[in-house]
């Protein structure tokens, strides 16, 4: 049976629990917080800028929280990649390919960020422009807000695929 440090395993627990739990907090914003303000705006009536500006409450907590967890997470799965190196000593207890797996792992993590930057940001600097307006638009603008909404629920949604699968692979690395 192979003994690993506990330094080791502790950053297999973070790494795992980290993505996990980093994946598992965007998808909740896609696929309850989202839906929940545009039924609001549908079944109570709520104002589209009011629709809006929780919008922008969600995003800017989301802003604060996941980058440091990701970045947690990510220098888990970047120490184990370190660690199981092929001139470290734990590299004949792990299997060959669990150095790339661990560093994929940290890069998928990290990925959230420049997702966000190249797909989201039209998205969502064309939501936080709505955020500024103080008085209710026509139907369309409404309805323009609305598909902003929706589409930016798909767009984080996908990005919440990417520390699940970072996970998945150092769990794969753990396993192999």
Partial sequence: MNTFPIGYRVA????????????????????????????????????????????????????????????????????????????STLFRQVAPNSTILYGTAAILTLGIVPYTIVAMSGTNNALLAKTKLDYEPSSQASAEIEELVNNWALLNGFRSLLPLAGGLLGIFAALA
């Fill in 12 to 87: 297999q627990a973070i790494g795992f629990t980290g993505a996990a739990w980093l994946s598992g907090n965007i998808a909740a914003l896609s696929m309850n917080a989202a839906p929940a303000l545009i039924r609001a705006r549908k079944e109570d009536h709520l104002p589209i800028t009011n629709t809006v500006k929780l919008w922008r409450n969600l995003f800017e907590s989301g802003k604060s929280q996941n980058p440091p967890i990701a970045a947690l997470t990510a220098s888990s799965f970047f120490y184990l990649a370190w660690s199981t190196r092929s001139s």
